[in-house]
């Protein structure tokens, strides 16, 4: 690992943190290509997180629980933290969100809304939160 932290990342965690998922993966790309072998990984999960929620906001269920599932994945071997992201809590709410969406699946995948989160200080430990979007489904049926 080298010991300074790429300026971009702290904007690709700022675009993340906004919703802006596909400008954040062109940021994480671009540091991906550059990152020491140890350290792809990391950067290629938080990548393949952020597609994946820019397909569920495109309704492309497949490609969104494909992807969640392959970016957090890459993930555990970096946790509990790394980069000063809490990585613990970042995968367990990916994991939250992507079992959400397995549940509701591909043919309802229209009626899931994505909120972002207000939080975006760091936790208590001082460790820098990348914010998964809270799932909000929205039911088309009348009572």
């Not at 993966?25 to 140890?38: G, K, R």
């Not at 397909?55 to 970016?71: D, F, K, P, Q």
């Not at 998964?132 to 009572?143: K, Y």
């Amino acid at each position: 690992m080298t010991d300074e932290q790429p300026k971009e990342f702290l904007q690709a965690i700022e675009q993340f943190n906004q919703g802006d998922f596909y400008t954040c993966h062109d940021t994480l790309e671009a540091i991906w290509s550059e990152a020491p072998t140890f350290e792809k990984n990391f950067y290629q999960g938080i990548l393949q997180v952020a597609v994946a929620l820019y397909h569920l906001g495109n309704h492309n269920w497949r490609g969104a629980v494909i992807l969640l599932g392959e970016g957090l994945n890459r993930l555990h071997r970096y946790q509990p933290d790394y980069r000063d992201i809490d990585l613990d809590r970042f995968v367990l709410e990916g994991t939250d969100l992507l079992t959400s969406l397995q549940k509701i699946g591909a043919d309802r995948v229209r009626e899931v809304v994505l909120v972002q989160s207000p939080q975006k200080e760091p936790n208590r430990d001082g460790k820098v939160i990348l914010q998964i979007p809270i799932i909000r489904e929205v039911s088309t049926s009348v009572e």
